[in-house]
């Protein structure tokens, strides 16, 4: 008996082991210590926090040098589409001027270089389309200001298709494109025609590309950029002189005149009061007591404490000595194909929900908390997010009434095309929900 008994306690003690190597985690270090056992130290375990989803009507996808091109089913948010536009330039020499050699056209081809990002499944084969504009790329002001939304006719007629594996080690993809149009280039800069000897009679001539892809082989967004640094069409041909000498002629793009077309069709229940290209702020109990943060829609998680000045009435003089929001992700956010984003941002916003300020680490002015993930690989079910928001807390219960303070739950890849990151919040009706820890100093 006395052996088993000492069996069982081994037993319990490497469970305990498992479970607690079982989470990854960065250490917090949240500043002032304090203790519920402190008579002084009111303890508030699951505070009342509010959030919503906050998307814009449009956000803008220009002067990047991302291209988001793809389409994804998304089960949770619906079906996007990405497609980009590009103004090609006209080299700055003509190699071709002066030559009397013969010339043989050999390949007119894209050159793209993955930056290795999905939204969807990355093992897919992706059917890439290129097709020619109808009219440049121009915005109506001027300013080259390009957005989601944004549209440009194209030809329907493909000037280049092909299936591609961006899953790949491979620094450089290409995509072959229509014959005739490389000899017609090829021709022109032979013959110096009046359409390659200025950038508006180029772009009159070949007005730019529209690269998007099918919604039958493809089922993810991927991103890329030109091959090496703003190059990305490539006109091979051979000279033919005493022998034959490969020759190349490379095009730039214009990055101020290269944009993204993301749309998104919402086929989830939950997402029933979401309108497209409307601004809007979607309290978590209008979706399903959820709150949804996607790059691909711009969307953010809005975080607000509606009863934080109740805690006035506890003492004549009160200080949250310590407060500690506690993000746990839905179990969607990470289910195949999706993960979960490595670091998210807080911001302090306002009724404009523009981004005032960040939640920077403590001691700092210029470090942004990054949400230190931890993540349980045992069982799921202690995965989360923490940020220390302390100061915020205290300086929204010196504002008093007049104060519309929230934070804001962003993402950290720079520019919203560049990439997926993508999450789902509960609400405090749910299970798995968004947590406030107070420990709040009265006397």
């Not at 179990?331 to 807080?346: E, V």
């Amino acid at each position: 008996m006395q052996l088993f008994k000492h069996k069982t306690i081994l037993f319990c003690l490497l469970v305990c082991a498992a479970v607690m190597t079982a989470c990854d985690k960065v250490d917090v270090n949240f500043g002032s210590t304090a203790s519920t056992s402190d008579p002084n130290i009111t303890y508030f375990d699951n505070y009342a926090v509010n959030i919503a989803t906050y998307k814009p009507d449009s956000f803008n996808t220009s002067g990047h040098k991302i291209f988001s091109v793809g389409y994804h089913y998304d089960t949770t948010f619906g079906v996007v589409k990405a497609g980009a536009y590009v103004q090609i330039d006209l080299p700055a020499t003509n190699p071709l001027l002066n030559v009397t050699d013969p010339v043989v056209f050999d390949s007119l081809r894209l050159l793209v270089r993955p930056n290795h990002q999905f939204y969807g499944d990355s093992t897919r084969p992706v059917k890439v389309n290129v097709y020619q504009l109808t009219e440049n790329i121009k915005s109506p002001d001027n300013t080259d200001y390009y957005y989601n939304t944004t549209f440009f006719g194209y030809s329907p007629t493909l000037i280049g298709q092909q299936v591609l594996n961006f899953n790949t080690q491979d620094t450089m993809l290409s995509i072959k494109l229509n014959d005739a149009l490389g000899q017609d280039l090829l021709t022109k800069f032979k013959n110096n025609g009046i359409e390659v000897t200025s950038q508006d009679y180029f772009i009159n001539y070949l007005k730019g590309l529209y690269i998007t892809t099918d919604s039958t082989t493809t089922n993810s967004i991927v991103y890329f950029s030109g091959a090496t640094d703003s190059v990305l069409m490539r006109l091979s041909y051979h000279q033919n002189s005493l022998f034959p000498v490969a020759k190349t002629l490379d095009f730039n793009y214009t990055k101020e005149k290269q944009c993204n077309h993301i749309s998104f069709r919402f086929t989830n229940p939950k997402f029933s009061n979401f309108i497209n290209q409307k601004t809007q702020v979607i309290p978590s109990t209008s979706s399903g007591n959820q709150a949804f943060l996607n790059t691909n829609l711009a969307a953010s998680v809005k975080i607000s404490f509606p009863t934080l000045l109740s805690l006035k009435e506890l003492h004549p003089y009160i200080k949250v000595v310590k407060a500690e929001l506690i993000i746990r992700p839905d179990a969607k956010s990470a289910a195949f194909p999706y993960q979960l984003p490595g670091t998210l941002n807080l911001y302090a916003t306002d009724v404009s929900n523009e981004l005032l300020s960040g939640v920077f680490e403590q001691g700092t002015t210029t470090v942004l908390q990054n949400g230190n993930l931890v993540i349980d690989n045992l069982y799921n079910e202690n995965t989360y997010y923490s940020y220390d928001i302390t100061n915020f807390i205290n300086n929204t219960i010196a504002e008093g009434q007049s104060s519309t303070a929230a934070l804001m739950l962003s993402e950290t890849i720079g520019d919203t095309e560049g990439g997926i990151q993508r999450l789902i919040v509960n609400d405090q009706n749910s299970n798995h929900s968004i947590q406030l820890k107070l420990y709040v100093l009265g006397l």
